[in-house]
Structures are given as structure tokens and as C-alpha cells.
């Protein structure tokens, strides 16, 4: 079975804080893409990275960063000086028959001035 | 401006009514998507279509219809057998179907209200 954890519900900081979301993730097969994707209150999902199960290297986009590790079947997503426009819902996602994304419940990140 | 595009993003109906929401995409990918998300809960999948003229069942197709008669579109509609309609729901696509890199692009959504 397949399955993707977000075990933090909500997550409050204050502006130029750090702030790590946890994702882990369940799957049988070898070959598989993860997601991460924010979605602001206007509704509309925006898409942050992709990771296949093969590229175990961290990934760094400004303030944006990516930590995969297989061996704990987790790939959490850190924002470093985090600003109030990072305010949003943060999905986790996996995808191994290139059909349908399985979402994590998500996390609520309020980030206040 | 090549995207996704779903209306209305509110939607009102009476219990018991069937009700039809758009998603129409000028990307040019072949496969399309609807996800129906609940306060608190993560996307869940509903229906997806991989081509023109087919269509399979997601975890919670109960109660859901779709139809593809064309690339662009992929129109869901609620039926009344739905027990409990009221939900935002988010059409997505992506470039083929089968290629497990797909990114899938996101539409705005629709929240739908049952009163």
C-alpha cells in the first residue's frame, strides 16, 4: 500500500524563523516520484519540486530546501528566514505508476510578522 | 496564457440536484485529473482520465460522473447519489500518462456548497 504522512497539522513561526515540514512515505516498489507542493488561500495547488527515488541528493532553491533520505523513507522540506508570504498549506506527495499523485494530509504553516 | 481553467470557483446547489463542474486545459497533455480536498485532509482522487474517450475510477468515484470527449476537457459532474457534495474540488493535468516524473498542473478549484 501506498501512503504519505504529514504528522504536523499546523505549524506557527515568526517571520526569519527556520521551519522544517516532515513528509514520510510508504511504498513497495523501487522506482517512485515525490512531491511537494503549496497551496496558497486562494485554492490553487503550486508546484515546489520533484524527486525521484533514484537522486538521493539534497536540493536548495533560495530559501527553499529538500532532505530525501530512503533509508527513513522521508523527504521533509526546510524554509530557512521563512516571511509571511510563505503562509500556506504544504502537501507532500508520491506517484509510482505515473497515474493519479497520492497526497499527505498536509501542513498548515502561519507564519506571523 | 497556456493553464488550467475551472469554473465557477463558487458553486451553490440544493440537496438532491446533479450538478456539472468545467475544467477545461490548453496544454496539450493527455492526461487529466479530479481531486476532491476536505477541511484538513489531502487531496484525494475521484476520477482520472489518461485519453480521449476513457476514463477510471479513483478511491472515492461514489456518486461521481465524468465523460472526455475531448483533449481539453474533462467535465465532472455530482450526482445526487454524492452524500455529502460539499467540498473544494481541484482538476489537474499532466503530459502522458505512464511517465512517472509527470508534474501535474493544478487548476483554481471549485467549492462547491450544498445547502
Known amino acids: 500500500a501506498q501512503k504519505v504522512t504529514q504528522a504536523q497539522t499546523e505549524i506557527s513561526v515568526v517571520e526569519k524563523e527556520d521551519v522544517t515540514l516532515d513528509c514520510v512515505y510508504e511504498?513497495?516498489?523501487?522506482?517512485?516520484?515525490l512531491f511537494w507542493y503549496k497551496q496558497p488561500p486562494s485554492g490553487e495547488l503550486v508546484f515546489l519540486i520533484r524527486?525521484?527515488?533514484?537522486?538521493?541528493q539534497n536540493e536548495i532553491s533560495g530559501r527553499y530546501s529538500w532532505n530525501f533520505q530512503k533509508s527513513t523513507s522521508s523527504f521533509n522540506f526546510t524554509i530557512t528566514a521563512s516571511q509571511v508570504v510563505d503562509s500556506a498549506v504544504y502537501f507532500c506527495?508520491?506517484?509510482?505508476?505515473?497515474?493519479?499523485?497520492?497526497f499527505g494530509k498536509g501542513t498548515t504553516l502561519s507564519v506571523s510578522s | 496564457d497556456g493553464g488550467i481553467t475551472q469554473s465557477p470557483k463558487y458553486l451553490f446547489r440544493k440537496e438532491g440536484q446533479n450538478v456539472t463542474l468545467s475544467c477545461e486545459q490548453n496544454?496539450?497533455?493527455?492526461?487529466m485529473y479530479w481531486y476532491r480536498q476536505d477541511p484538513g485532509q489531502g487531496l484525494r482522487l475521484i476520477y482520472y482520465?489518461?485519453?480521449?474517450?476513457?476514463?477510471q475510477k479513483g478511491d472515492i468515484a461514489e456518486g461521481y460522473s465524468v465523460s472526455r470527449e475531448k483533449k481539453e476537457s474533462f467535465p465532472l459532474t455530482v450526482t445526487s447519489a454524492q452524500k455529502n457534495p460539499t467540498a473544494f474540488y481541484l482538476c489537474?493535468?499532466?503530459?502522458?500518462?505512464?511517465?512517472?516524473?509527470?508534474?501535474?498542473?493544478f487548476g483554481p478549484g471549485t467549492r462547491l456548497t450544498v445547502l
Open positions: 489537474a493535468s499532466s503530459i502522458s500518462p505512464g511517465v512517472e516524473n509527470n508534474e501535474q498542473f
Open positions: 511504498t513497495r516498489d523501487t522506482t517512485y516520484y
Open positions: 524527486r525521484n527515488s533514484f537522486d538521493e
Open positions: 506527495a508520491l506517484t509510482q505508476a505515473g497515474t493519479a499523485l497520492i
Open positions: 496544454l496539450n497533455h493527455d492526461a
Open positions: 482520465s489518461q485519453i480521449v474517450n476513457d476514463f
